[in-house]
């Protein structure tokens, strides 16, 4: 059974950075896509960027410019750098990895954005 771990969440200023980690816990074969999601209170879960395993990136416009997410095959890790924090921002993160087979998810990592 495969996990998916996410780490790097936490309590910033508006403006600040954080930098979202998800590992795998065992071996990931034919991954189609990599992503981050996130869930605010009273709303629905929300794209907030993927990554193909061509390398294609997608993002939701209102983190365009701000959120950069990266991946490593060799270590089925995806990363997300947050900049420019806003207070809208804060919500459960969620990483999923999309195989020809499996629809995987992790369990979230709380990121709240303060005034």
């Known amino acids: 059974q495969v996990h998916l771990v996410e780490s790097g969440g936490g309590l910033v200023q508006a403006g600040g950075s954080l930098r979202l980690s998800c590992a795998a816990s065992?071996?990931?074969?034919?991954?189609?896509?990599m992503g981050w999601y996130r869930q605010a209170p009273g709303k629905q879960r929300e794209l907030v960027a993927t990554?193909?395993?061509?390398?294609?990136?997608n993002y939701a416009d209102s983190v365009k410019g701000r959120f950069t997410i990266s991946r490593d095959n060799t270590k089925t890790t995806v990363d997300l750098q947050m900049n420019s924090l806003k207070p809208e921002d804060t919500a459960v993160y969620y990483c999923?990895?999309?195989?020809?087979?499996?629809?995987?998810w992790g369990r979230g990592t709380q990121v709240t954005v303060s005034l």
């Open positions: 990554i193909t395993r061509g390398g294609t990136t």
């Open positions: 065992g071996i990931i074969f034919s991954i189609n896509l």
């Open positions: 999923r990895i999309v195989t020809a087979m499996y629809d995987y």
